[in-house]
C-alpha cells in the first residue's frame, strides 16, 4: 500500500513568489492535514481538509490556504513568500477526521527555502 | 505555557543504554498519545500508539502513560546507533479537537 506522498520534495523560491505543494493520502484514507515544521517551532498545525471541506485551522496568516479534491488529493498554496516561510511542509493522512483514535501518517515533506 | 512540553536534547547514550523519553501536557482533554520518529531530512513515522493510561509494548519500545500526573514515557531497551533521530510526541483530545498537538521533539544520538 502506497505511502503519503508530496511533490515536490525540494524546491527554491524567491522572496514575494507563490509556491503551491501537493499531498496525495494514503489509498482511502479521506482525511489531510498540512503542518509547518521549522527547528524553532517544531511542527505546527496549518489545516485539515475532510471531505473536500477545511474543518479546521491553525495560527497562520491567510497567505496559507488550501483546498481538497473529490479524490481526497490536497494541495496547499503560499502566496507573496517570506524569508520565514522556509520550512518543511508534511502532509498527513488518516482514514477519517485526526483525532479520536484515528492515527496520522506523514508524507515524506516538500523542503521550501526562501531567498 | 506550551500544552505540550519535551526536552529537545539532545541526547547522547552509548549502544545497548536504555533511552527514556518524556513529555508533559497541560490539557486533561488528551487521550490518545502517539510517538513518532523523524531521521533527518524524513517525514515522521508512527512508533507508538496509546489511548488513555496505562503501558504498551513493542518489541524494544514501551511507551507509558500517567494521565493523572500528565506525563508520558518512551522507553527504548537495547539501543542501536539506527535509533539516532528525533523522536516527537504527540497527543489529541476526544471530538472537538480535530487535531494533534506535537511536541518540538528530543533528539536522540545513540554512539557505537
Known amino acids: 500500500k502506497a505511502g503519503v506522498t508530496q511533490t515536490p520534495r525540494y524546491l527554491i523560491k524567491t522572496r514575494g513568489q507563490q509556491v503551491t505543494l501537493s499531498c496525495s493520502p494514503i489509498?482511502?484514507?479521506?482525511?489531510v492535514s498540512w503542518y509547518q515544521q521549522t527547528p524553532g517551532q517544531g511542527l505546527q498545525f496549518l489545516f485539515e481538509?475532510?471531505?473536500?471541506?477545511?474543518?479546521n485551522k491553525g495560527n497562520f496568516p491567510g497567505r496559507f490556504s488550501g483546498r481538497q479534491f473529490s479524490n481526497s488529493r490536497s494541495e496547499m498554496n503560499v502566496s507573496t513568500l517570506e524569508l520565514g516561510d522556509s520550512a518543511l511542509y508534511l502532509c498527513?493522512?488518516?482514514?477519517?477526521?485526526?483525532?479520536?483514535?484515528?492515527?496520522?501518517?506523514f508524507g515524506e515533506g516538500s523542503w521550501l527555502t526562501v531567498v | 505555557q506550551k500544552e505540550v512540553e519535551q526536552d529537545p536534547g539532545p541526547l547522547s547514550v552509548p549502544e545497548g543504554a536504555i533511552v527514556s523519553l518524556n513529555c508533559t501536557y497541560s490539557?486533561?482533554?488528551?487521550?490518545?498519545f502517539m510517538w513518532y520518529r523523524q531521521y533527518s531530512r524524513k517525514g515522521p513515522e508512527l512508533l507508538m500508539y496509546?489511548?488513555?493510561?496505562g503501558n504498551k509494548e513493542d518489541g524494544r519500545f514501551t511507551a507509558q502513560v500517567d494521565k493523572s500526573s500528565k506525563y508520558i514515557s518512551l522507553f527504548i531497551r537495547d539501543s542501536q546507533p539506527s535509533d539516532s533521530a528525533t523522536y516527537l510526541c504527540?497527543?489529541?483530545?476526544?471530538?472537538?479537537?480535530?487535531?494533534?498537538?506535537f511536541g518540538t521533539g528530543t533528539r536522540l544520538k545513540v554512539l557505537a
Open positions: 498527513a493522512s488518516s482514514l477519517e477526521r485526526a483525532s479520536s483514535g484515528n492515527t496520522i501518517y
Open positions: 489509498s482511502g484514507h479521506r482525511s
Open positions: 481538509y475532510f471531505s473536500e471541506t477545511q474543518r
Open positions: 490539557n486533561s482533554a488528551f487521550q490518545y
Open positions: 496509546t489511548y488513555s493510561s
Open positions: 504527540a497527543m489529541s483530545g476526544t471530538s472537538g479537537t480535530y487535531k494533534y498537538i
